[in-house]
C-alpha cells in the first residue's frame, strides 16, 4: 500500500463517522442531534476541505524522510511543523461551515496519527499499531504542560476543565496512546463485527462504549461533571439491554438519542474518538505496505 492509503484512511474515518446512525446526540444521517448550527451536510463540506490537510502532512513527512532516511527523526521537531498545517486546517474547515467548529478534535487527532502513521510506512516499511501510537505520545509529551499553562487568553474547553478540574481531554488522549480506543472503542468495534454486525451497527456499539467511558471535554463544558455522570450512566444502561445486539437495546439507544438531544448533551470528544477507532481499524486491516 502507498503513503496515499493513509491519507485514505483518515479520510474514511471522517466519513464512516458521521455516517454512523443513530449517535446519541450527534450529528448523524437521521438527525442534528444536540446541535443547532451543523447537520449531516456540514460535516461532509468540512471533510472534503480536510483532505488537503491530510496530504500536506503527507507531502511533509516525504520530504523530511526522503528515501534514504535511516532514523526517526526528534518527535518535537515533527510536532512543531505538523502545528502550522493543523492550524491552516481549522481555518479551511470554518470557511466552509460558516465559522462552525465541526472537525477540531478530529484534525488533532487524525493529524497526529496521519504523521506517525506515515513515518512508520516511510521508516519501518509496515504499519505497527503499538508504535505509531508511541509516536503520537511523543509528539505530544514536550507542550503537554506548557501549552495550558501558557495558554492564559484561550478559553477552550480543553484549557477551562485543566485549569478547574485538571483534565488533560485531547492532548491527554494522545499523550496515554489513545487508552480510551484501545480499551474500549477498537475492541468494542472489533467484537461487533467478529458477532456479525453490519459497520453501522459496530460503530454504534463502539461509540457507545467510548461515552460510557470517557470523560469527555464537550458535555462538561455545555454542562458539568453532574451531568456527565448521568449521561455515562446511561450509555451503560443501553449496553446492559443489549447495544446493538438485540431489539431491546436498540430501542434503549433511541430513547437515549431523544434523551441527549433533549438535554443538550452531546459527547463530541468520543465522536473524535470514533474517528481514531476507524483510523486504526484501517490500518490495522492493512497487513502489507
Excluded at 456479525?196 to 463502539?206: K, L, Q, S, V
Aim: aromatic content about 10%; hydrophobic content about 45%; glycine content about 6%.
Amino acid at each position: 500500500m502507498s503513503n496515499q492509503h493513509i491519507v485514505d484512511c483518515a479520510m474514511r474515518a471522517l466519513l464512516y463517522e458521521v455516517s454512523a446512525t443513530p449517535k446519541p446526540g450527534l450529528v448523524d444521517r437521521q438527525n442534528n442531534g444536540a446541535h443547532h448550527d451543523m447537520n449531516f451536510f456540514s460535516f461532509i463540506d468540512s471533510s472534503v476541505s480536510l483532505n488537503s490537510y491530510f496530504n500536506k502532512i503527507r507531502n511533509y513527512i516525504e520530504l523530511t524522510y526522503g528515501n534514504h532516511a535511516s532514523s526517526f527523526l526528534p518527535a518535537d521537531a515533527i510536532f512543531k511543523n505538523l502545528v502550522p498545517l493543523g492550524i491552516e486546517a481549522e481555518v479551511k474547515m470554518k470557511a466552509v461551515t460558516n465559522g462552525v467548529n465541526t472537525h477540531k478534535g478530529a484534525i488533532y487527532a487524525l493529524g497526529l496519527l496521519t504523521a506517525a502513521a506515515l513515518e512508520n510506512s516511510m521508516l519501518l516499511k509496515k504499519y505497527d499499531i503499538s508504535h505509531i501510537l508511541d509516536r503520537v505520545s511523543e509528539y505530544v509529551a514536550p507542550s503537554l504542560s506548557t501549552v495550558f499553562m501558557a495558554a492564559e487568553s484561550d478559553e477552550s474547553y480543553g484549557v477551562q476543565q485543566y485549569r478547574t478540574l485538571g483534565l488533560l481531554g485531547a492532548r491527554g488522549e494522545a499523550f496515554s496512546k489513545y487508552a480510551s480506543v484501545t480499551e474500549f472503542g477498537l475492541p468494542s468495534l472489533e467484537l461487533a463485527i467478529e458477532k456479525g454486525c453490519n459497520f453501522n451497527d459496530a460503530m454504534i456499539h463502539a461509540l457507545l462504549n467510548l461515552m460510557a467511558h470517557v470523560v469527555d471535554s464537550n458535555v462538561i463544558g455545555r454542562h458539568d461533571l453532574d451531568m456527565l455522570s448521568r449521561s455515562q450512566s446511561r450509555a451503560k444502561e443501553v449496553l446492559d439491554k443489549g447495544s446493538v445486539f438485540s431489539d431491546m437495546g436498540k430501542m434503549a439507544i433511541n430513547a437515549y438519542d431523544e434523551w441527549c438531544n433533549k438535554a443538550y448533551v452531546s459527547h463530541g470528544g468520543c465522536a473524535d474518538l470514533l474517528a481514531v477507532t476507524l483510523f486504526l481499524y484501517f490500518i490495522k486491516a492493512t497487513t502489507t505496505l
